[in-house]
């Protein structure tokens, strides 16, 4: 079974800087999601990303698929406290399950 | 109006009990699934079913039994429940197109807690 490893695990920024979390994979990605789950709420879908290379952007969000798409980034700048949550990434299987990352837990402080 | 909607949302019980998590969507998806999330916050898939029928079961317990009475609802049913079983349970629904990364529209999420 595929693994995702996030890092950092854990991420405590205060408001206004900038930071980049990773999502990696021994294997090749057949396409790549990010997740946002806010407390208390299940996962709400940011973005898609399929070709290697890819970026997409998402107001202060910036993903990135790496070129052998075994790996993804998702920067943000000028974090908000609203941006705080439970990033996860995860790959779309072919049964349609996901599988989810190991997750990165944020917290931007005012 | 709620996508996806899980009741109830606390649910505290004593070990070796039988309860059940109900799940509905108004999406008119096809394909509705149910994920684990541990205290750790790693989310993993338990089951999913596509029109009503079992596409996905991921080596979970027996004592976890899936029921879709139709398309738009799926519940979980535990029975004797043990402490392991404590844990955050989504159910989440999507339309299966067979292109890529089809979305998937998470409910809150009903929280288990097994004395």
């Known amino acids: 079974t595929q693994l995702l490893e996030q890092s950092p695990q854990f991420l405590s920024i205060q408001e206004g800087e900038n930071l980049t979390v990773y999502c990696n994979s021994s294997s090749v990605f057949s396409s790549l999601q990010w997740y946002r789950q806010e407390p208390g709420e299940g996962p709400v879908l940011l973005v898609t990303v399929v070709t290697g290379g890819e970026v997409k952007k998402l107001k202060r969000l910036t993903f990135q698929f790496g070129d052998a798409r075994k790996d993804s980034s998702l920067h943000i700048t000028a974090a908000q406290p609203g941006d705080t949550g439970l990033y996860l990434c995860a790959e779309p299987s072919n049964t349609d399950k996901l599988i989810f990352g190991t997750g990165t837990r944020l917290q931007v402080f005012p | 109006d709620t996508a996806v909607s899980q009741t109830p949302k606390y649910l505290v019980t004593q070990m070796g009990n039988d309860k059940s998590i109900k799940c509905e969507q108004n999406?008119?998806?096809?394909?509705m699934y149910w994920y684990k999330q541990d205290s750790k916050k790693f989310l993993k898939i338990m089951f999913s079913?596509?029109?009503?029928?079992?596409?996905i079961n991921e080596t979970v317990p027996n004592r976890f039994s899936p029921k879709s009475p139709d398309k738009a609802h799926l519940n979980l049913h535990i029975n004797s429940l043990e402490l392991g079983d404590s844990a955050v349970y989504f159910c989440?629904?999507?339309?299966?197109?067979?292109?890529?990364?089809?979305?998937?529209?998470f409910g809150p999420g009903t929280r288990l807690t097994v004395l």
């Open positions: 999406l008119g998806h096809d394909t």
């Open positions: 079913y596509n029109n009503k029928e079992l596409i």
């Open positions: 989440a629904s999507s339309q299966v197109t067979g292109g890529v990364g089809d979305e998937q529209f």
